[in-house]
């Protein structure tokens, strides 16, 4: 064939079209996400065939309600929220874990402070409807020795959660132990006390990434490439934060990195585990995993108990190994 033939019949074949796939967050834009922003910024969804869009949620409820309803091919959640959804119904699991350690938590002023579950009777908490902590409380409450109704929930947008600890329109806020920079830039410096949820028995998966069952049959290579793109994203903010909160910036311009590097850095800590260091970022652990489901089932009040196969499934993880110091 002379060149000019073979020229015009590269021109009549069809274009590469990379494969849509919607990856739903579970928030408005904050330092843990950056890492999927570097994976699409890197080429490393392109190198997978995906074209892949990223998306703001309002909380995990909403980014599991999506993920299920095929609005999203996989989605960011609380693991605890994944397992309590699938007793009512979703097909959503769990098929990599982001934060290892569990970060939920309660942030109050230092001069009103709640820092003992005690604390929390008859206060007010300001949280979205779909928000982690407010799904998983009848569990921490259990646990904990209290009523579910001794606290009074009310609806507060992702975005405006801070400004409503700020101004005393509740008590306290629910948010992981990464959005403490957040409280602090509200608030003010040495005015915002936690009450991490972890240091009162409630240990178990958080921040994860999962997948409908639609998703996994229908298309389980293309999810194996998105879990593994998004895992070397991990690996290039764990190698250069700085970098990739550069590349965030310049995707998301709203944002303010000061605040989401230091946000994104406590998020870190919660990944540099022993877990990670063995077997590769996002790698789960089946036994806390199922220790995990037990723990929803004994104290959630689900309508069925769930079974730990039906909440996570690690098979379509590819290792991609974790570059920082394991905490001792």
Same mark, same amino acid.
């Given at each position: 064939m002379?060149?000019?033939?073979?020229?015009?019949?590269?021109?009549?074949?069809?274009?590469?079209?990379a494969?849509?796939?919607?990856?739903?967050?579970?928030?408005?834009?904050v330092?843990?996400?950056?890492?999927?922003?570097?994976?699409?910024e890197?080429?490393?969804?392109a190198?997978?065939?995906l074209?892949?869009t990223l998306?703001?949620?309002?909380?995990?409820?909403? *980014? %599991?309600?999506k993920? !299920?309803?095929?609005?999203? $091919?996989a989605?960011? #959640?609380?693991?605890?929220?994944?397992?309590? +959804?699938?007793?009512r119904?979703?097909?959503v699991?769990?098929?990599?874990i982001?934060?290892?350690?569990?970060?939920?938590n309660?942030?109050?002023k230092a001069?009103?402070?709640?820092?003992?579950?005690?604390?929390?009777k008859?206060?007010?908490i300001?949280?979205?409807?779909g928000?982690?902590?407010?799904?998983?409380?009848?569990?921490?409450?259990?646990?904990?020795n209290?009523?579910?109704?001794?606290?009074?929930?009310?609806?507060?947008?992702?975005?405006?959660?801070?400004?409503?600890?700020a101004?005393?329109r509740?008590?306290a806020?629910?948010?992981?132990?990464?959005?403490?920079?957040?409280?602090?830039?509200?608030?003010?410096?040495?005015?915002?006390?936690?009450?991490?949820?972890?240091?009162?028995?409630f240990?178990?998966?958080a921040? *994860? %990434?999962?997948?409908? !069952?639609?998703?996994?049959? $229908?298309r389980?290579d #293309?999810?194996?490439?998105?879990?593994?793109a +998004?895992?070397?994203?991990?690996?290039d903010?764990?190698n250069?934060p700085?970098?990739?909160?550069?590349?965030?910036?310049?995707a998301?311009?709203?944002?303010?990195e000061?605040?989401?590097s230091a946000?994104?850095?406590l998020?870190?800590?919660?990944?540099?585990?022993?877990?990670?260091?063995d077997?590769?970022?996002?790698?789960?652990?089946?036994t806390?995993?199922?220790?995990?489901?037990?723990l929803?089932?004994?104290?959630?009040g689900?309508p069925a108990?769930?079974?730990?196969?039906?909440a996570?499934d690690?098979?379509?993880?590819?290792?991609?190994?974790?570059?920082?110091d394991?905490?001792?």
């Amino acid at each position: 064939m002379t060149s000019v033939a073979m020229m015009a019949a590269l021109a009549a074949a069809p274009a590469f079209s990379a494969e849509k796939f919607t990856f739903a967050m579970n928030w408005f834009p904050v330092g843990d996400h950056a890492a999927y922003w570097v994976a699409k910024e890197k080429g490393y969804y392109a190198e997978k065939g995906l074209d892949v869009t990223l998306e703001s949620s309002k909380g995990s409820g909403d *980014s %599991i309600a999506k993920v !299920d309803t095929g609005r999203a $091919d996989a989605g960011l #959640a609380d693991a605890a929220v994944i397992i309590g +959804s699938r007793a009512r119904g979703t097909t959503v699991k769990v098929v990599g874990i982001i934060f290892d350690s569990s970060p939920m938590n309660f942030f109050s002023k230092a001069d009103s402070a709640i820092t003992t579950p005690a604390d929390l009777k008859g206060k007010t908490i300001g949280a979205p409807a779909g928000d982690s902590q407010r799904l998983m409380w009848p569990a921490f409450a259990r646990i904990n020795n209290l009523d579910v109704n001794d606290i009074n929930w009310v609806n507060i947008e992702p975005t405006a959660k801070y400004a409503a600890l700020a101004e005393g329109r509740a008590d306290a806020v629910t948010d992981y132990t990464t959005g403490f920079p957040m409280a602090e830039k509200a608030v003010g410096e040495g005015k915002v006390v936690s009450l991490n949820w972890a240091d009162y028995g409630f240990e178990l998966y958080a921040m *994860s %990434i999962m997948a409908s !069952d639609a998703t996994m049959k $229908d298309r389980p290579d #293309a999810l194996k490439g998105f879990l593994e793109a +998004s895992y070397k994203g991990w690996q290039d903010v764990m190698n250069d934060p700085e970098a990739a909160m550069a590349i965030y910036k310049k995707a998301v311009p709203e944002i303010d990195e000061v605040a989401l590097s230091a946000n994104m850095q406590l998020g870190l800590d919660l990944m540099k585990t022993q877990n990670f260091k063995d077997n590769g970022i996002g790698a789960i652990d089946m036994t806390k995993a199922c220790a995990s489901v037990d723990l929803v089932n004994t104290y959630m009040g689900l309508p069925a108990e769930v079974k730990c196969e039906d909440a996570f499934d690690a098979g379509f993880l590819t290792r991609v190994e974790m570059p920082l110091d394991v905490k001792k």
